[in-house]
């Protein structure tokens, strides 16, 4: 011991600078391999994200319950790591777990058609298309409506000619009224003896003579006379749905 603090002694100004070498050489071999190790891990990515992986589900099965345990080490690949559930990205896409893709494509929901399994599928917009049906309305058009004509028959005996007549006009019967060869012709001629009245039927039991009346009102009547119609067509178009289109040229 007293050697080497000797030997210190009188080589301290050779001693001390070594030392400060060597410290310097140690501190750049642990830089070095700390440097190696990194580019290391860089170089090897794949290897770190696994073993994390590995760290990862072997924390999840420590603490898992034996039916989860068991469904993680059935999803374990045969190389040793765990190939994991398949992520919503990978199901859409249809990736299997070998690697390989899937043949089936998703189908549209909803009507219409569907392209090819290798093709986009398309969602139809329907629109509907419409047209014009005309529906008929027939109605009676009265040109003349319907006219009820009231009369009656006057039945006219006339003296001077000795016949008699029918008319439906109210105003001949006013002229043989007012005619002295009509109404008036047996207060203008009176018969000298009742037998001589054209007109005479015979006498009652009382002896007074009867007459036939010289003239006769009948009715009244009614003459109808029908309406004068035409039918014609008062009927609308109206729009109705025929078809639904969709701008890709599909029809339902």
């Not at 794949?46 to 345990?69: F, G, H, R, Y």
């Not at 986009?120 to 329907?126: I, L, Q, R």
């Not at 005309?134 to 006057?154: A, F, G, L, R």
């Not at 007109?199 to 309406?227: E, M, R, S």
């Amino acid at each position: 011991m007293n050697k080497a603090k000797e030997f210190f002694s009188k080589n301290k100004k050779v001693v001390i600078p070594a030392a400060v070498v060597l410290l310097l050489l140690i501190i750049a071999a642990i830089c070095f391999g700390a440097r190696s190790c990194v580019r290391k891990e860089a170089d090897n990515p794949n290897k770190t994200l696994a073993q994390a992986e590995n760290t990862n589900v072997q924390a999840e099965t420590d603490t898992a319950t034996p039916e989860a345990s068991q469904a993680a080490g059935e999803m374990t690949s045969a190389n040793g790591t765990q190939s994991g559930a398949a992520t919503p990205a990978t199901s859409v896409a249809g990736t299997t777990a070998s690697g390989g893709n899937s043949s089936s494509a998703a189908t549209p929901s909803g009507g219409g058609n569907s392209g090819n399994a290798n093709t986009a599928s398309h969602t139809h917009t329907w629109k509907a298309h419409t047209a014009q049906k005309w529906v008929s309305n027939i109605v009676t058009v009265v040109d003349q409506p319907e006219k009820t004509e009231k009369y009656s028959i006057y039945r006219m005996y006339w003296y001077n000619t000795g016949k008699w007549e029918e008319t439906r006009d109210p105003q001949r019967f006013n002229e043989w009224y007012k005619s002295k060869n009509g109404g008036l012709y047996t207060l203008y001629n009176p018969y000298a003896k009742p037998e001589d009245n054209p007109l005479f039927i015979g006498c009652d039991k009382n002896g007074n003579p009867q007459y036939t009346n010289d003239h006769t009102i009948i009715g009244p009547y009614y003459d109808v006379t029908p309406a004068v119609t035409h039918e014609e067509d008062h009927g609308h178009y109206e729009t109705y749905v025929d078809y639904y289109y969709c701008d890709c040229g599909a029809r339902k």
